[in-house]
Each structure stands twice: as structure tokens, then as C-alpha cells.
């Protein structure tokens, strides 16, 4: 007698790995992957590199997401500590045995080459949430200046390779934690200040290459063929934009390779010659849309471990479009920062769903318990 098993559909299958997820929060992903890869299409036009290997990574980052997504704050916390120590040790390893590539020690070979910074994006708020959440209720002002000695061991190390983009970013991410487990504003002023005090001090520690690129931002007219080259393309292209762009694939700046970078670092200038102020406003409405709802979600999270993370990983996205949106513009010093979601690369692309992923579990969590 033969058996039958009636297995049910592979819709209703799938449905308890996404039971509970915040659908606002995923359509204003799905918005940003989706513009992103529009704009990317016309960017990698005549760059030799293949839009499929953009599609991949979009796909492996999706399969990231809904994984992570699966994992409660929780767990998250349990693996808080590990995930640091594995970090800065990787950091310190990289210090050690990296490889280098144009002057910088930013690579581990591991059997593949690995940027072990990357990790601490995601590691950093980690820990120190986990921190915080272990003083909750005792939380004093020593607590603060634990926090910013364990954020501070690897920035250093990443300021060493050196990253000065991963470094602000990686300090980004931990400062974030800080702010909002309750440090207080004369702190913040007083940080300021001895920042400020400081100035003279970090200029003297900078590599040529960054004092050259705090100078092009001063005056990018002092070396318009040199250094300054890249950042004036960048703004003739979002100019000519104007308010409704010149077409998309008809971008002349972009596809006779006067923009730099055009499909990483100053994607945003392919968007805004193409697409112009409106395509320019479209994307930062999805943006702010995105960072108002992870806020949300943030405020609404029922442990102070999971304020902390959805708070500071929302925000992570803000500093990240902010950077890259300023110095494509000409208002900040360029400094490598990728536009999320937007710009070509695996790395940045993965990190960011799996910081997605994070907030989806948190809202998620909040859901399940709730019904």
C-alpha cells in the first residue's frame, strides 16, 4: 500500500520564515535595492564589469537578510562578545600578516581575502549594546569610558591599515550606541570641544594623501587636473542634471569616463546627471523613509539591547548616505564611503541587509510576543 503524503504548498512552507516581518521596512528596502540596481546598470556601461555579478550579490545579500532575520535579539546578544573578540583579533592579524594594496594593509588571505573591518560594522553596536544592556539600571559615567575604550581599540587598528572611511564609519556605529544609552549633552559638548582643540594635532598624524583631500574640499581649483580632478567631474555631472536629468543611459559625464568611480564611490552622480533633482529627491525620500521607520522600530523594541542595536545600525544608514551624498557633492572630504544599496560590491552590500536582517528580527520579535 503506497503512502501519500500531502505536503503543503510552497507558499504557505515559506510563510513562518516571514511571519511577523515589518512589510513597511521591507518595501522600503525593496524601493533602495531597486533604484540601486536601475542606477547601477547605466553606471557599469563601457566599466568592463558584468551587471550579473551585481544581481548575484544582490541575491546572496537577500539570502543574508532573511536569514539573519530568522535570529532572534537574543541570540544576537549571546554572540555580542565572541563576534568583537573574533573581530579585533582578525584586525590584529591583519596589522600583522595583511596584504597590501596600493600603500594600504586593509586584506587578511584566509584562503579568500577577507576585510576584516567590515566585520566590526555589525560587531561594534553589538557589543556595546550588549554592554549597556548588562549595566541597565547602573549605568554610571565609568560605563561610558568602558564603552569608548572597546570602541576605540579597533578603530585604531583600522585607522592603522589605514581606512579612514571604515574607521569614521566603524566609529559612526559605536557613538550611536553611546548617544543613546544616555550620554549626557555637556559630555557631548566637552568631546567637541577637545575634538576641535585636537585639530591641529590629527593634521600632523595624517598620510599626504588625506591633508589632500581635506585641501581639494578647501579648493578643488588648486589641482583641477590632480587631485581635485575627481570631485569637480562629480559636481559638472550633478549640475548639468539640472531638475529632470538628461535621460537614462544618457549620461555624458558618466559614459565618456569623466566621473571617477562612477559605479562605487560617485554612483550618486551618475543618478543625478540621469535623473536629476527629481531622481535625486526620490532617493533620499526612500532613504529617510527607510531610517524613520528603523527609528520606529528602534523605539518600539522591548529591551534596551535591542534599542540600542535597531537605533544605532538605523542610523549607521543615515551617516553612510550622508558621507557619500556630501563628498560626491563637494560639501564633505571624499573618503571612500559607498552609497547603500546603491554602489557595485558584495562587502558593503551583504553588511548592509545583514544590519536589515537585525532590524527585522527585532521588529519580528516584538510581533511574535505581542500575538
Request: glycine fraction near 10%; hydrophobic fraction near 55%; avoid cysteine.
Amino acid at each position: 500500500m503506497n503512502t501519500v503524503i500531502d505536503r503543503p504548498p510552497l507558499l504557505r512552507r515559506l510563510r513562518p520564515l516571514v511571519a511577523g516581518f515589518d512589510l513597511p521596512l521591507l518595501a522600503g528596502l525593496v524601493v533602495l535595492v531597486g533604484i540601486g540596481a536601475v542606477v547601477l546598470y547605466s553606471a557599469l556601461q563601457g566599466q568592463g564589469i558584468s551587471f550579473a555579478d551585481q544581481l548575484r550579490n544582490i541575491g546572496v545579500a537577500w539570502l543574508v537578510l532573511f536569514a539573519v532575520a530568522q535570529v532572534p535579539p537574543q541570540r544576537l546578544m549571546q554572540i555580542a562578545p565572541p563576534l568583537y573578540l573574533f573581530g579585533v583579533a582578525l584586525l590584529v592579524a591583519t596589522a600583522l600578516f595583511g596584504d597590501v594594496h596600493k600603500g594600504a594593509r586593509r586584506w587578511l588571505d584566509v584562503g579568500v581575502v577577507i576585510q576584516p573591518s567590515e566585520i566590526m560594522k555589525i560587531a561594534m553596536p553589538l557589543m556595546l549594546a550588549w554592554y549597556f544592556q548588562k549595566r541597565e539600571g547602573l549605568i554610571a559615567l565609568r560605563d561610558f569610558g568602558v564603552a569608548a575604550l572597546l570602541l576605540a581599540v579597533p578603530v585604531a587598528l583600522i585607522m592603522k591599515q589605514p581606512d579612514l572611511g571604515t574607521a569614521m564609519l566603524v566609529l559612526s556605529t559605536g557613538f550611536f550606541v553611546i548617544f543613546f544609552a544616555g550620554l549626557s549633552w555637556r559630555v557631548l559638548a566637552l568631546l567637541a570641544l577637545l575634538a576641535a582643540g585636537a585639530a591641529p594635532v590629527l593634521w600632523h598624524f595624517m598620510h599626504d594623501y588625506q591633508r589632500q583631500r581635506v585641501l581639494m574640499l578647501l579648493d578643488p581649483q588648486a589641482d583641477p587636473l590632480g587631485t581635485g580632478f575627481n570631485i569637480i567631474q562629480s559636481m559638472i555631472a550633478i549640475g548639468s542634471g539640472g531638475v529632470w536629468g538628461q535621460g537614462y543611459l544618457h549620461g555624458t559625464q558618466a559614459h565618456l569616463n569623466f566621473i571617477p568611480e562612477s559605479h562605487t564611490d560617485f554612483v550618486f552622480a551618475v543618478l543625478a546627471e540621469e535623473w536629476g533633482l527629481a531622481g535625486n529627491l526620490t532617493l533620499i525620500a526612500a532613504y529617510l523613509f527607510f531610517i524613520m521607520r528603523g527609528l520606529y522600530i528602534a523605539a518600539g523594541a522591548p529591551t534596551l539591547f535591542s534599542r540600542l542595536l535597531a537605533g544605532s545600525i538605523t542610523m549607521i544608514f543615515f551617516t553612510y548616505a550622508f558621507v557619500n551624498m556630501g563628498m560626491v557633492s563637494g560639501i564633505l572630504p571624499v573618503v571612500g564611503v559607498p552609497l547603500p544599496f546603491v554602489s557595485y560590491g558584495g562587502t558593503a552590500l551583504v553588511t548592509l541587509m545583514l544590519g536589515s536582517g537585525i532590524l527585522l528580527s527585532i521588529a519580528r520579535s516584538k510581533r511574535l510576543v505581542q500575538s
